[in-house]
Every structure is written in structure tokens, then in C-alpha cells.
């Protein structure tokens, strides 16, 4: 109960954009999970800091963190915890210019996906599914398109099918993946879709409040 109420805040911390402050939640939380033998849970926590780091620009630190944490859980932690995290450090590699990584953690994480929906699903990760881990291509494939635009058609065609499947319910997540939209559509030249999904991000992330969404939204409106 302390991992899931730790990690509850941590989000809500990081969403408000208090990144230290919601790393030291994550921190603690892990701790908790981790001596309570809850492996699946420890291992989504530290994937969430290394989320974190990455948004602070820290990608080396952020892929060597997702590391340790599927270092630390192997097989054991769930597989939609695995598949997860293999997309978030998919995104590390990519942003780190390691194409060839980033594409086996995406393998990786689709493979798991297959396995995901087992009945014994953890709550916190209950929102995985296609159209979350294609997000998660998305971001991998706007790193990865700054330094070779080859990756743009699979950035977009992952991008475009999340969008369209996109559960209603998960509105501050649609931020987060429109945001990506937008800078997959900037990277390809077309400004018109990029400023709409931007602009589209700009107004779900102030009216829910998320200063993490909003930032980002404004970032890649000034593209």
C-alpha cells in the first residue's frame, strides 16, 4: 500500500512538473516495494524515474537506470511491466542516437504485449495497451528521426494509429501522445497537422492542469 500510495503521488507530483520532488516519491516508493518483495511494482517505480530523467535531458542516466530495473526484475516482474519499460528505454536509446537498440526494445515490448492481459495485470499499469506502446514508438522515432528521417514513416504511422485508438478515458496521456504527434509531423515538414496536434495538447494540458504536458505541448508548438 505504501509502494502504490508513493508511486500515486509521485505521478501526481510529476505531472504538476515538480520533477525532484516526484523522483524522491518514485525513490521512496521503489524502496518500499522492493522490501515488501513486490518486484513488478519496484520495477515500474524506477522506470518512472528514469522517465524523469529523460525529461530533464539526462538520457545517458535515464537508460542506465532502466537498466538496473530490468536488471533487477528479470522475468520475474509482470509482462506488462516489462513491455512497459522496454519501450521507455527504447526512447533512451534513441535519444542517444542507438537505433539498432531502440528497435529491439520495441520487438521486445510488443512481444510482451501479447502476454500482458494474463488476468493478474497490476492496476498501475491496467492503461497499457497497443495504442500506449505505440505512443511509446512515436517517442522513440522522434529521437531517433533528428538524426536519420528514414525513421519518420514508422514514427508517424505509430502515432497516427494510437491517436485513432485511443481510449476516451485516458485524457492526460492523449497530451502526451499529441505532443509526439506534433513533433513527428514537425520533423516531416508539415507544419499545418504539427501546430493543430500542438495546439490540440495545449488545450487538454491546461485543462487538466498538467504543467509536465503543458511545457512540452509549448515546446513543440515553438518548432
Request: aromatic share 8%; charged share 20%; net charge neutral.
Given at each position: 500500500m505504501a509502494a502504490d500510495t508513493g508511486g500515486f503521488v509521485g505521478f501526481l507530483t510529476y505531472?504538476?512538473?515538480?520533477?525532484?520532488?516526484?523522483?524522491?516519491?518514485?525513490?521512496?516508493?521503489?524502496a518500499d516495494a522492493r522490501q515488501a518483495g513486490d518486484?513488478?511494482?519496484?520495477?515500474?517505480?524506477?522506470?518512472?524515474?528514469?522517465?524523469?530523467?529523460?525529461?530533464?535531458?539526462?538520457?545517458?542516466?535515464a537508460r542506465t537506470l532502466s537498466d538496473s530495473?530490468?536488471?533487477?526484475?528479470?522475468?520475474?516482474?509482470?509482462?506488462?511491466?516489462?513491455s512497459w519499460l522496454h519501450a521507455v528505454r527504447a526512447h533512451h536509446h534513441a535519444r542517444l542516437g542507438n537505433a539498432r537498440a531502440s528497435q529491439?526494445?520495441?520487438?521486445?515490448?510488443?512481444?510482451?504485449?501479447?502476454?500482458?492481459?494474463?488476468?493478474?495485470?497490476?492496476?498501475?499499469?491496467?492503461?497499457?495497451?497497443?495504442?500506449?506502446?505505440?505512443?511509446?514508438?512515436?517517442?522513440?522515432?522522434?529521437?531517433?528521426?533528428?538524426?536519420?528521417?528514414s525513421f519518420l514513416s514508422t514514427g508517424k504511422n505509430a502515432l497516427d494509429e494510437a491517436r485513432a485508438a485511443w481510449p476516451a478515458a485516458m485524457v492526460r496521456g492523449s497530451a502526451e501522445m499529441l505532443t509526439a504527434s506534433a513533433r513527428?509531423?514537425?520533423?516531416?515538414?508539415?507544419?499545418d497537422t504539427a501546430a493543430d496536434l500542438a495546439a490540440r495538447s495545449?488545450?487538454?494540458a491546461t485543462a487538466t492542469g498538467s504543467a509536465r504536458n503543458l511545457r512540452a505541448a509549448l515546446a513543440a508548438q515553438a518548432l
Open positions: 505531472d504538476l512538473g515538480m520533477s525532484e520532488n516526484a523522483a524522491a516519491h518514485y525513490r521512496d516508493a521503489a518486484l513488478s511494482s519496484c520495477t515500474h517505480l524506477i522506470g518512472q524515474m528514469s522517465r524523469i530523467l529523460a525529461d530533464q535531458g539526462y538520457y545517458r542516466r530495473a530490468l536488471g533487477l526484475s528479470g522475468t520475474k516482474a509482470h509482462p506488462a511491466v516489462r529491439s526494445d520495441l520487438n521486445t515490448a510488443w512481444n510482451l504485449l501479447e502476454r500482458a492481459d494474463d488476468g493478474e495485470k497490476p492496476p498501475y499499469i491496467g492503461y497499457l495497451g497497443p495504442a500506449e506502446l505505440g505512443k511509446w514508438v512515436g517517442h522513440a522515432m522522434v529521437g531517433l528521426v533528428q538524426r536519420n528521417t513527428i509531423y514537425a520533423a516531416s515538414g508539415d507544419r495545449v488545450t487538454i
